[in-house]
């Protein structure tokens, strides 16, 4: 009898890919299933029942499960390693600079030339906006702005002086200063947005229910494995914990006010 490969796929930071591939594999060897994980292209791959589990932002998470015969549903959502992240699943947005600028708060940001990763992203664009539109600012506050496709991207432009500032997902920036020490010594945060509820796991809502409930006993006990414990933190993750769609309400308060600005 052949049994179904689980197809898991990441949308987010490539530099966490291994984490990814380590937590799918992990699960894998749990259930007795073949898995296979993929970067993210299109978020149509839920709606055309091509991805079962997915490592996604909360923003488009909200989006999707907002859709009249949403194709997801939560699984769980990682507890990050470190004091500020209170052991809840919680992340921030760190606004980045190059450590030998001069500006200390993004207060000093007028008319610099910011940084984005993509208007999918909470973190590097929805937060963004809500600030502005709290402070009774526009996207004119800044000199310039510069689309880069991932955070990663961001990160380089404001090393190489291209960009001034960009705002990253702070998971995403604590890997970064674990793998890249001597390039990450040359950037410096000045201001920090959040807490936001964290990008979640999601899963395709046409699954086996009792096959769903395996994979999320497997990702709420899968730090108690022996080895899970450092390899989860080569991504910056503690453990994984439920979550429930109300928990993601803040990102959705936050849409709303960015969309007057």
């Known amino acids: 009898m052949t049994v179904d490969t689980l197809r898991f796929a990441t949308y987010l930071s490539p530099n966490i890919y291994e984490t990814y591939a380590f937590i799918a594999r992990s699960i894998g060897k749990k259930l007795g299933r073949p898995v296979k994980l993929s970067a993210g292209q299109s978020f149509e791959a839920f709606a055309h029942r091509q991805v079962d589990v997915a490592f996604l932002c909360g923003l488009p998470y909200t989006q999707l499960a907002d859709e009249p015969a949403s194709p997801i549903e939560l699984l769980a959502a990682p507890v990050l390693c470190g004091e500020r992240y209170q052991q809840r699943p919680i992340y921030f947005s760190d606004v980045v600079v190059r450590a030998d600028s001069s500006f200390t708060s993004f207060d000093d940001l007028r008319d610099c030339i910011w940084a984005y990763n993509q208007r999918t992203s909470h973190s590097g664009w929805n937060i963004v906006c809500h600030t502005l539109a709290e402070r009774g600012l526009t996207f004119d506050y800044f ?110 308060e936050m849409c709303q006010q960015a969309a007057l600005i």
């Open 143 to 252: 000199g310039a702005l510069v689309e880069t496709g991932s955070h990663l991207r961001s990160l380089s432009l404001v090393l190489d002086g291209v960009a001034d500032a960009t705002a990253i997902d702070s998971q995403v920036l604590d890997a970064f200063l674990q793998q890249e020490k001597q390039r990450a010594a040359s950037l410096r945060v000045i201001d920090m947005f959040g807490p936001s509820p964290i990008p979640p796991i999601v899963i395709a809502r046409s699954l086996d229910p009792n096959l769903k409930r395996q994979i999320q006993d497997a990702l709420l006990t899968l730090h108690e494995e022996p080895g899970a414990a450092d390899a989860l933190r080569q991504g910056a993750i503690e453990r994984f914990v439920s979550v429930r769609d109300e928990d993601y309400h803040p990102i959705r």
